[in-house]
């Protein structure tokens, strides 16, 4: 079984630890990774915004898509499983990181996003919150404050 943190990496940081550049693509770009340009999200929210700015970033960043997975719970921000175009899993309230774990365990070459409220992450998620920044899996969490 393969360990799910890097022990290496604790011990020592890469030396080029600098955050990527996260650059704006085209519209063109963008659509290309959604299943609908429409949504269910009210005028003015901004859940396509963030929704958008995933996109640049992993664009942005190279992430092959046959190996992103967008994991979700439930809510508004949980609706962005219906419109991104890669694999995608919505879940129960609040267990969306404990699912990305058990993803990431499975393949752990597998690029997790976990998409979250801020009730689905710290409220009713909150303990799972805590136990996976403990165990310090490589997950990218994204918690929409709306």
């Known amino acids: 079984m393969t360990a ?3 022990e290496a990496l604790l011990e020592r940081p890469p030396q080029d630890s600098r955050l990527p550049r996260v650059t704006p693509h085209p519209t ?10 429409k949504t269910l999200w ?6 396509g915004i963030v929704t958008r700015a995933l996109i ?8 092959d898509p046959d190996k992103t997975c967008v994991i979700a719970g439930i809510g508004c921000a949980g609706r962005i499983t219906a419109y991104l175009n ?5 879940t ?4 969306a990181l404990a699912v990305a ?14 998409v979250m409220g801020d009730g689905d992450c710290v409220a009713i998620g909150g303990n799972h919150l805590i136990h996976a920044a403990r165990r310090n899996i490589d997950v990218t969490a994204l918690v929409f404050n709306n």
């Open 4 to 6: 799910l943190v890097d």
């Open 56 to 63: 640049d970033a992993v664009l942005s960043l190279g992430l």
């Open 86 to 90: 890669w694999s995608t899993v919505h």
């Open 101 to 114: 774990t058990g993803a990431k365990a499975a393949d752990p070459d597998l690029h997790v996003i976990v």
């Open 92 to 95: 129960a309230h609040g267990r």
């Open 42 to 47: 009210c005028a003015g929210c901004s859940n």
């Open 28 to 37: 063109s770009d963008i659509k290309r990774w959604l299943r609908t340009p």
